[in-house]
């Protein structure tokens, strides 16, 4: 009998094991395989423009084998502006993530809390009284507008997405604060922020109202391979982070309670986490301007295939970002062909219809 017992128990755990082993398997093959895909789509947007390449040129070229004329067009103009696609679909979708699980709401992101637009006042605060906006001679004049200061640009964001940031931890810390009542926080914090850029962009002169307006269309081809390292630089580091702490962000979403039974701080947790996602939306929003919903779409596509563990959820999440954000930016670039559209239009319409979806979807749960 306790053989009987002793082999039944074995057998049941070998199963469990199988049966987890099988489970893992299958979210690191969805992972690779979304990864595949975000090079595929990559190497798609790196061929198309105004002079048509061929994929597998494209793909000869990065590894060193292409022609002067296409390594031209790829590594001064199209891959910079791919590179930036990546590293900020990455950020940006890490960052929503990381948010929705320290504030246990599924509508948080940079752009529905008000982070963003904190940012934008920021920026513009820097371009106007800093004088970090500038133009360009001898240039085309759809180029001609620049940011002359990114860095100075990148630490009035943070400094104004940090306000943002602050107002949404003070209400998470009320007990009775519910998720919609964060969000409609966050509405209003937008329109604070939105009146006040608008108040700085009437008294402004007419060099720093373009830049300011320029700055905000978004636009990934404004970024030089110096401002990519620092992006990219920034989101690894918050990565690294996130994904060290990924365990803790499973605890927090069985509630506070729970996490520190755990041994997990929520507080600090929280602190932190907000701080880093800030950190990384304000670098980002400042050196390509304001790009709405990646962050809030990401996750909660990616969640419905990969489920809520934040080992799986956390990467595959930074590649969709990614990939959203190259499939927006090629639709920009391509649809009235030669001209770009603003890669903030094409996010914002893509994400709106996703915020009502799960607004009402949380709403028709109560």
């Not at 039944?8 to 094991?17: F, Q």
């Not at 590293?87 to 929503?96: E, R």
């Not at 809390?113 to 004049?141: C, E, M, P, R």
């Not at 009320?174 to 009437?202: H, R």
């Amino acid at each position: 009998m306790i053989n009987s017992k002793s082999m039944n128990a074995k057998v049941n755990l070998s199963d469990n094991i199988n049966n987890y082993n099988e489970y893992v398997n299958k979210k690191r093959l969805i992972i690779i395989v979304l990864f595949l895909v975000m090079l595929i789509i990559g190497i798609y947007a790196i061929s198309k423009g105004s002079s048509q390449l061929n994929m597998l040129d494209t793909a000869m070229a990065l590894l060193g084998q292409g022609s002067t004329k296409i390594n031209t067009i790829i590594f001064k103009i199209r891959l910079p502006r791919v590179a930036m696609a990546i590293v900020a679909g990455i950020g940006l979708a890490i960052s929503g993530c990381v948010m929705q699980s320290i504030l246990k709401n599924p509508l948080a992101s940079a752009s529905t809390l008000g982070i963003s637009q904190g940012a934008s006042f920021g920026a513009a605060v820097a371009i106007v009284f800093l004088g970090t906006g500038g133009i360009l001679t001898n240039t085309n004049a759809s180029d001609a507008i620049v940011i002359t200061n990114p860095y100075i640009t990148s630490i009035c964001a943070f400094l104004g997405s940090m306000i943002s940031t602050f107002v949404v931890l003070a209400l998470s810390k009320y007990k009775n604060v519910t998720p919609e009542v964060m969000i409609l926080a966050g509405v209003a914090l937008s329109s604070l922020f939105s009146g006040a850029t608008a108040l700085i962009q009437y008294f402004a002169e007419d060099l720093q109202v373009a830049a300011i307006v320029y700055w905000t269309f978004g636009d990934l081809g404004r970024a030089s391979y110096r401002e990519i390292y620092i992006v990219a630089i920034i989101t690894a580091i918050t990565f690294i982070y996130f994904f060290l702490n990924r365990f803790n962000y499973n605890a927090l979403e069985s509630g506070d309670q729970t996490a520190k039974g755990l041994g997990v701080n929520a507080e600090l947790m929280r602190l932190v986490g907000m701080t880093l996602c800030s950190l990384t939306a304000s670098v980002i929003v400042s050196f390509v301007g304001i790009i709405n919903f990646i962050g809030l779409i990401a996750p909660h596509i990616i969640r419905t295939i990969i489920g809520n563990d934040y080992r799986f959820l956390l990467p595959a999440s930074a590649i969709v970002g990614s990939i959203l954000l190259l499939l927006s930016d090629t639709f920009a670039r391509l649809i009235i062909s030669p001209v770009i559209l603003p890669i903030g239009a094409i996010t914002s319409f893509l994400g709106a219809p996703l915020f009502l979806f799960i607004l009402f979807k949380g709403a028709d749960r109560k």
